[in-house]
C-alpha cells in the first residue's frame, strides 16, 4: 500500500473542492437550495427578549435552542417556550 504524499493529497483535495464548488454554482446559482441552510432570506419574529432561566436546573428551552439551532434570535425563546419544546423539535 503506497503512502500518500503531503502534497499529493493538497492536490487531490483542491481538485475536489473546485469541482464541487463549480458543481455547485452551475446547477442552483451561487447559493442555490443550500441558501436556506444559511440563514439567507431567513425572517424571524422580532418581538420578546431571550431571557433564560435564572435558575440552577437546566431550562428545556434554552438548552433546545443551543443545542438544535445555530444560535438563538431575537424573539425564539418566546416562541419555543409557547409552543414547548416537543412541538419545537417537531416543526419542519
Not at 53 to 79: C, K, M, Q, W
Amino acid at each position: 500500500m503506497k503512502k500518500t504524499s503531503r502534497r499529493e493529497f493538497i492536490v487531490a483535495g483542491t481538485g475536489a473542492i473546485a469541482m464541487s464548488a463549480a458543481i455547485f454554482k452551475s446547477t442552483q446559482g451561487w447559493l442555490g437550495n443550500a441558501g436556506q441552510y444559511l440563514g439567507h432570506g431567513l425572517k424571524r419574529p422580532l418581538d420578546g427578549p431571550f431571557t433564560p432561566s435564572a435558575s440552577e436546573e437546566i431550562d428545556p428551552v434554552a438548552h433546545a435552542l443551543n443545542r438544535f439551532t445555530l444560535g438563538a434570535g431575537p424573539g425564539d425563546y418566546a416562541r419555543v417556550s409557547a409552543m414547548g419544546v416537543d412541538a419545537f423539535l417537531e416543526e419542519p
